[in-house]
């Protein structure tokens, strides 16, 4: 029966071609613009570690002094040099990691390479197997090498490519500020986004090029890079900053359970006190302990213009459903007539019903390909836009079939008015007026 009354539905659409193409028009256009802003919004704010994220915390402590204290304000969005060696060594997770951005000089022993600036981040060993970052080649380096400042590094696939031509570059030597490191891993393709585990690097950066062991990268003295917020008279500099009172440091722990991030919560309360006790916090104990992504909702990843741009392109898919009602009403009262032989010859109340709504289904699998076309026209200007999230704005495959069922829906939503309605004409008027 379905193949009759889509039979049925394409000649009556091929009749009306102005009426057709107007409705398919009027759901490509409300479906493009939702696509394109939900697929934009889709990409910003979902989950970068699904199925771990929930077991990722990020702790915040409050040692700064009394200026500008507060007691409803939160606590300091990164940790000291002391504090974060003191929460790394105490190891009441089950994995935790040290880390901050920075820049390298790398100098490339190919004769056709220049020495060029990579952006490098300079973490803890827990780091590779906590965000699950995939090898390509080799692995990360052991805590041994966290604490005996290994001359090691990691790279990425693409830095790989440029310096090695593809090749496993595992124990190739990397020379970065006249200091030679030994490649000892190379990641494949990794990109979270939204770039969780260091916001002040940019919500949605890239991911680094190097990575180097801390410790390492504080002997060798590499270039950091990023926030750093200091007060009192031991603020120091850049060389000093392991003695300073400076929050520049980004501190994450895996905690497998509930009850586990309960105790290390109060860990970190106590740990709070105690300092506050030697005489290194000023301010009440402050401690916070949220999620990964607790904490970005926190720091307000997504901008706000995208979600509002969300509502607003709903309101304009509302506009097209209405408009496409008008339209098939229209169209559907127009063909009385015919739907009153229908009738007349016995097709019931529900057959003709499900012939309109049939009808109004092929409407919107087009408007749905003609949206589909409208959102990879939005999402490539989206890509040309300066905002860091740009280049992110492309359409998977969940987003692809969102496509098409939304237009389905929002069609049948738009038909069922104008269907319910041609069905409660009588068949005697029609057939008496013909």
Sequence with gaps: MFGYYLDLA??????????????????????????????????????????????????????????????????????????????????????????????????????????????????????????????????????????????????????????????????????????????????DTWRPNPHFYDLNMGNYAATEDVFVPLATARDVRLERDGSMNCWGKGSGDAEHLEAATCVWLQFWVQLESADKAAAYRTFLDNYSKEQKALGRFQRPPNVRLPNLMEWMDINKVVPSD??????????????????????????????????????????????????????????GLAGGIGGLLLAFLGLWLVRLQPADYASLAHLDLSMLLATFMLAIAASLLAGLLPAWRACQIAPALQLKSQ
Excluded at 19 to 45: D, E, Q, Y
Excluded at 108 to 135: H, K
Excluded at 337 to 346: D, K, P, S, T
Aim: aromatic residues 8%; glycine residues 10%.
């Design 10 to 187: 394409l000649q009556s659409l091929r009749r009306n071609k102005v009426l057709t193409a107007l409705m398919v028009l009027a759901i490509a256009l409300g479906i493009g613009a939702c696509m394109t802003t939900f697929t934009v919004l889709h990409v910003l704010s979902g989950d970068p570690l699904p199925g771990k994220s929930a077991r990722l915390f990020y702790p915040q402590l409050d040692p700064r002094d009394m200026i500008d204290y507060g007691a409803d304000k939160d606590p300091a969005s990164q940790v000291t040099w002391t504090d974060g060696m003191n929460l790394l060594k105490a190891k009441r997770a089950e994995r935790q990691v040290l880390m901050t951005g920075g820049d390298v000089p790398v100098q490339p022993a190919q004769s056709g390479l220049e020495p060029f600036l990579s952006d490098a981040r300079y973490t803890t060993a827990d780091f590779f197997p906590m965000f699950e970052t995939p090898f390509l080649f080799g692995h990360g380096w052991s805590e041994a090498e966290d604490n005996g400042k290994a001359r090691v590094a990691v790279i990425t696939r693409t830095l790989n490519d440029k310096l090695f031509g593809g090749k496993d570059s595992t124990g190739q030597i990397l020379r970065m500020k006249d200091t030679a490191f030994q490649v000892i891993g190379v990641l």
């Design 306 to 363: 995208v979600r509002l741009q969300g509502w607003l392109a709903l309101g304009f898919l509302l506009v097209c459903l209405v408009n496409t009602v008008g339209l098939m009403l229209a169209k559907f009262l127009r063909r009385s007539g015919e739907l009153g032989v229908r009738r007349a010859l016995g097709a019931s109340k529900r057959e003709v019903f499900m012939q309109l709504l049939v009808e109004a289904a092929v409407i």
